[in-house]
C-alpha cells in the first residue's frame, strides 16, 4: 500500500523560501497523480497544486500561482513543493496526497486521494 511522507516545514520569515518534500514508499510515485493541500487553524482542507503522473503536467490554484512549484525526483520517489516569497497567510500544516488509481491527470480537489501524509507544518512570522 502506497504510504507517504512530508517533511520540510518550519519557521520561515516573510519573504523566505521552503522545499517540502514528500517520499513514498509502498509503490512507484512517478505513476500518481501527487497533490499538495494545506490547512490552516480553523479552515477547511484546501488544494495548492498537484502534478500528474508519469510525466504529467503541474496544475496550480491561482492563490498561489508564480510563487509554488511542484516537481519530482523519480531516483528517490519524491515529490516536491518549493514555496517562494512566503507570506504569514501561507501558515498551515501542508499535505501530500495520492489518489486510488495512477494516471496522468491530477486534481486539486480533495475528494479525489485517498492516500494522505502525516502533514508537515509550516509557519511564517517575523
Known amino acids: 500500500q502506497l504510504q507517504l511522507v512530508e517533511s520540510g516545514g518550519g519557521l520561515v520569515q516573510p519573504g523566505g523560501s521552503l522545499r517540502l518534500s514528500c517520499a513514498a514508499s509502498?509503490?512507484?510515485?512517478?505513476?500518481?497523480?501527487i497533490g499538495w493541500f494545506r490547512q490552516a487553524p480553523g479552515k477547511e482542507r484546501e488544494g495548492v497544486g498537484c502534478i500528474g503522473g508519469s510525466g504529467g503536467r503541474a496544475n496550480y490554484a491561482d492563490s498561489v500561482k508564480g510563487r509554488f512549484i511542484i516537481s519530482r525526483d523519480n531516483a528517490k520517489n519524491t515529490v516536491y513543493l518549493q514555496i517562494h516569497s512566503l507570506k504569514p497567510e501561507d501558515t498551515a500544516v501542508y499535505y501530500c496526497a495520492a489518489p486510488l488509481l495512477t494516471g496522468r491527470l491530477c486534481s486539486i480537489s480533495k475528494y479525489e486521494y485517498a492516500y494522505w501524509g502525516q502533514g508537515t507544518q509550516v509557519t511564517v512570522s517575523s
Open positions: 509502498g509503490s512507484t510515485l512517478d505513476y500518481y497523480g
